[in-house]
């Protein structure tokens, strides 16, 4: 079942009569979760606003959620501040969240994405399981996705992803505002009293392509075409395609539960990402997002049927291995958490699970021999430059590093290559850290980062050690 979109309201509707039929067709608040207020995220901003206050007006138990992601200064504190008091004045549950975004932020990862992916890391954190989260998400949303996705060359499901439900890394998450136009939410603010809602100067800056698309590629379209409802009917026929696929990629999951290569071959080639995507969903316990690239390495690995095991890196830590008569996931060993070494206080360190000993030397007369190091298990830093504590880790996805005698960065993942260190060793490897600055990946490379004149040395030297522990040797 798909949503019906205009760009007016209906005669005689208002607009909490129509969010509440919304509601209701979509069946985004079922009885079985009216013990728990739905979680609104509450930026101040038009949406979210409206949002707030139409669940409100509908009687749903709601608590408002703010986050504060310390990218505008005072003007994000005082976001903060007004949507703080306007919940104290409508006796609405108020909570602010902190996120550090500029420090939490992956290598490789834009300022949105690192956002977006805090945000959800504290949706997980702070919503009960099976707590409803409602995104204030509307109808000229879905216009901007559409084209930002077009562009981006997804399929009709990724076209059509803002959904009235959907369930991400285990947060429901509801959007009852997807009929709703902009216009139409300003109009029924207006008509509340309510005109002094935050507006971010950042969203309208273009060098944010939804910006862009927003103030730039839909209004050239609506001048040009005299408006937009040709593209809200291009959506809302595509979601209906998408809805079907989906449902047969369902089907064809239940009929054959263990993704047979044969079987698979013989899909048609909208099926298959779908297909592929439910059986990893249902393998790993959440909603997994392949990327263009996996997909089509997969297609080509089964149009060559070959009698021996072939491993699949798929991306996000996921492999598939794939034999003449099954298509398995193998579960990924999970690395050890994120570990702080004071090297100075402990000179070894051992990673227990994950089988690794880093060892610091400091040297404190060193010559040109004791730089020499014999292989890349070993490296050697100017010690006044690093900090005492360096940390240790695992790759992530976007992770870079400036390289030895090199000035621009590289992906982790192409000095891997580089290297030729196996697929199945690149999740296994450490990184080791100077304050979130990768300085150096055992085996592989070190970083251009606290460099020591090979001739005249630089004193005191850290030589880092590291190799393989006898925990982490077989028996």
Same mark, same amino acid.
Request: with cysteine.
């Given at each position: 079942?798909?949503?019906?979109? $205009?760009?007016?309201?209906?005669?005689?509707? $208002?607009?909490?009569?129509? &969010?509440?039929?919304?509601?209701q067709?979509?069946?985004?608040?079922?009885? $079985?979760?009216?013990?728990?207020?739905?979680? &609104?995220g509450? @930026?101040g #901003?038009?949406?979210?606003?409206?949002?707030? &206050?139409l669940?409100?007006?509908?009687?749903?138990?709601?608590?408002?959620?703010?986050?504060?992601?310390?990218?505008?200064?005072e003007?994000?504190?005082?976001?903060?501040?007004?949507?703080?008091?306007?919940?104290?004045?409508r006796?609405?549950?108020?909570?602010?969240?902190?996120?550090?975004?500029?420090?939490?932020?992956?290598?490789?990862?834009?300022?949105?994405?690192?956002?977006?992916?805090l945000?959800?890391?504290? *949706?997980? /954190?702070?919503?009960?399981?099976?707590?409803?989260?409602?995104?204030g998400?509307?109808?000229?949303?879905?216009?901007?996705?559409?084209?930002?996705r077009?562009?981006r060359?997804?399929n009709?499901?990724?076209?059509? #992803?803002?959904?009235?439900?959907?369930?991400?890394?285990g947060?429901?998450?509801?959007?009852?505002?997807?009929?709703?136009?902009?216009? !139409?939410?300003?109009?029924?603010?207006?008509?509340?009293?309510l005109?002094?809602?935050?507006?971010?100067?950042?969203?309208?800056?273009?060098?944010?392509?939804?910006?862009?698309?927003?103030?730039q590629?839909?209004?050239?379209?609506?001048?040009?075409? #005299?408006?937009?409802?040709?593209l809200?009917?291009?959506?809302?026929?595509?979601?209906?395609?998408?809805?079907?696929?989906?449902?047969?990629?369902l089907? /064809?999951?239940?009929?054959? +539960?263990e993704?047979?290569?044969?079987?698979l071959?013989?899909?048609?080639?909208?099926?298959? +990402?779908? &297909?592929?995507?439910h059986?990893l @969903?249902?393998?790993?316990?959440h909603?997994?997002?392949?990327?263009?690239?996996?997909v /089509?390495?997969?297609?080509?690995?089964?149009?060559k +049927?070959?009698?021996?095991?072939?491993?699949l890196?798929l991306?996000?830590?996921?492999?598939?291995?794939?034999?003449? %008569?099954?298509?398995?996931?193998?579960?990924?060993?999970?690395?050890?958490?994120? =570990?702080?070494?004071?090297?100075?206080?402990?000179?070894?360190?051992?990673?227990? !699970?994950?089988? *690794?000993?880093?060892?610091?030397? =400091?040297?404190?007369e060193?010559?040109?021999e004791d730089?020499?190091?014999?292989?890349?298990?070993?490296?050697c830093?100017a010690?006044?430059?690093?900090?005492?504590?360096?940390?240790?880790?695992?790759?992530?996805? #976007?992770?870079?590093m400036? +390289?030895?005698?090199?000035?621009?960065?590289?992906?982790i993942?192409? =000095?891997?290559?580089?290297?030729?260190?196996?697929?199945?060793q690149?999740?296994?490897?450490p990184?080791?850290?100077?304050?979130?600055r990768?300085? *150096?990946?055992?085996?592989?490379?070190?970083?251009?980062?606290? %460099?020591?004149?090979?001739?005249?040395?630089?004193?005191p030297?850290l030589?880092?050690?590291?190799?393989?522990?006898?925990l982490?040797?077989?028996?």
């Amino acid at each position: 079942m798909y949503a019906k979109t $205009s760009n007016q309201p209906e005669p005689g509707s $208002s607009l909490p009569a129509k &969010v509440a039929d919304f509601i209701q067709r979509h069946a985004l608040l079922p009885d $079985s979760r009216a013990a728990l207020p739905v979680l &609104v995220g509450f @930026s101040g #901003g038009a949406d979210s606003l409206a949002l707030l &206050v139409l669940l409100s007006e509908l009687r749903i138990p709601v608590k408002a959620i703010h986050f504060h992601h310390h990218l505008r200064a005072e003007d994000a504190d005082q976001d903060a501040l007004w949507c703080r008091e306007f919940c104290e004045h409508r006796h609405i549950p108020f909570s602010c969240h902190h996120l550090q975004t500029p420090e939490g932020r992956l290598p490789g990862e834009s300022l949105e994405q690192a956002a977006r992916r805090l945000r959800l890391e504290k *949706w997980r /954190e702070i919503a009960a399981p099976e707590q409803t989260v409602a995104l204030g998400h509307q109808a000229d949303d879905c216009l901007e996705t559409l084209l930002l996705r077009l562009a981006r060359g997804s399929n009709v499901s990724g076209l059509t #992803g803002l959904r009235p439900l959907s369930r991400i890394e285990g947060v429901r998450l509801i959007r009852p505002l997807l009929e709703i136009r902009r216009e !139409q939410i300003e109009t029924y603010l207006h008509d509340l009293g309510l005109s002094d809602w935050r507006r971010d100067v950042s969203n309208r800056d273009p060098k944010f392509r939804r910006n862009a698309v927003r103030h730039q590629w839909l209004p050239a379209m609506r001048r040009t075409l #005299g408006n937009d409802r040709g593209l809200l009917r291009s959506r809302q026929a595509l979601q209906a395609d998408s809805d079907y696929l989906e449902q047969a990629a369902l089907n /064809e999951i239940d009929q054959y +539960p263990e993704a047979r290569p044969k079987r698979l071959r013989e899909l048609h080639p909208a099926l298959l +990402p779908r &297909v592929l995507r439910h059986y990893l @969903s249902r393998q790993v316990g959440h909603e997994v997002i392949l990327r263009h690239q996996a997909v /089509e390495r997969l297609r080509a690995e089964l149009a060559k +049927p070959s009698p021996q095991p072939r491993l699949l890196p798929l991306g996000s830590g996921l492999r598939l291995q794939l034999t003449p %008569n099954r298509l398995q996931v193998v579960e990924p060993q999970k690395p050890g958490a994120e =570990l702080v070494w004071p090297w100075r206080e402990q000179p070894c360190l051992t990673m227990e !699970q994950d089988g *690794w000993e880093l060892h610091a030397e =400091l040297l404190t007369e060193t010559s040109p021999e004791d730089l020499r190091t014999p292989d890349r298990s070993t490296a050697c830093f100017a010690a006044g430059q690093l900090p005492d504590r360096l940390t240790v880790r695992f790759r992530q996805p #976007g992770d870079r590093m400036i +390289p030895f005698g090199r000035k621009n960065q590289r992906r982790i993942k192409d =000095l891997f290559n580089a290297a030729s260190i196996p697929t199945e060793q690149r999740d296994r490897t450490p990184l080791i850290l100077a304050e979130r600055r990768i300085i *150096w990946i055992p085996g592989v490379r070190r970083a251009d980062f606290a %460099n020591l004149d090979p001739v005249i040395p630089t004193t005191p030297t850290l030589r880092l050690t590291c190799r393989k522990s006898k925990l982490g040797q077989p028996d």
